[in-house]
């Protein structure tokens, strides 16, 4: 759905350690989005892209930084992970007056 | 506190018949509502959607309400098969904005 692809699928990291999540988009959409999905809380948004290297945080974007140097490709960081970060990770794109379309998903487990 | 309420967590409707979808949101600036279905181990994928400007909009077994008096909208599934169940989540939007709220979502199970 709209070529994108998140990598990895599923991790496992230590507290404390850097994490990066990846997202790949073939659309040539302008905006990118990062979602984290936490039972109860729906899909809760941490940063957006609007073009390359133009971010802006979203309601949950504490521990988290992103950069985006191609139309592409948004990478998501965890600067030093947290078990409060484990959580379901959703990319997403879209154009200006389109819907999001969503990727498959990232599992990330802090233990 | 969200801005986006699904307020039932699950809802049970026999195969065949209407399933009925509800979202309240606070903010009145919002003027532009999503639904979007979600099967597990995957992405949440777009259903449909509805402006402001209207009060409902069609697509084939789906048909979403607006009650901006009331800040209220609803998914009609008509009629329900086994393959609707999956989670599903209200968004809402400024029409032309970049960022999307998403409510906490109703897990809707079709019985055959």
């Known amino acids: 759905d709209a070529g994108i692809t998140q990598s990895p699928r599923h991790k496992v990291t230590e507290t404390g350690t850097p994490v990066t999540l990846r997202c790949h988009q073939t659309?040539?959409?302008?905006?990118m989005y990062w979602y984290r999905q936490d039972p109860g809380h729906g899909l809760r948004l941490i940063h957006y892209?609007?073009?390359?290297?133009?971010?802006d945080k979203g309601e949950v974007s504490d521990g988290y930084s992103v950069s985006r140097s191609k139309t592409e490709d948004f990478l998501l960081t965890l600067e030093s992970a947290t078990s409060s970060q484990t959580s379901v990770y959703f990319c997403?794109?879209?154009?200006?007056?389109?819907?999001?379309?969503f990727g498959n998903g990232t599992r990330l487990t802090v233990t | 506190d969200q801005q986006v309420k699904q307020n039932s967590p699950s809802l049970s409707v026999q195969e065949g018949r209407i399933s009925i979808l509800n979202c309240d949101y606070t903010?009145?600036?919002?003027?532009?509502f999503l639904w979007y279905k979600k099967y597990p181990a995957e992405g949440p994928t777009f259903l449909i959607s509805?402006?402001?400007?209207?009060d409902k909009n069609e697509d084939g077994r789906f048909t979403v309400f607006l009650n901006k008096s009331a800040k209220h909208l609803s998914l009609h599934i008509v009629p329900s098969q086994p393959g609707d169940s999956a989670v599903y989540f209200c968004?809402?939007?400024?029409?032309?904005?970049?960022?999307?709220?998403f409510g906490p979502g109703t897990r809707l199970s079709v019985l055959p």
């Open positions: 997403a794109s879209r154009d200006r007056f389109s819907p999001l379309h």
């Open positions: 659309e040539n959409h302008r905006y």
């Open positions: 892209s609007y073009g390359v290297k133009d971010t």
């Open positions: 903010n009145s600036m919002f003027d532009y």
């Open positions: 509805i402006s402001s400007i209207k």
């Open positions: 968004a809402a939007s400024f029409l032309g904005g970049q960022n999307f709220v």
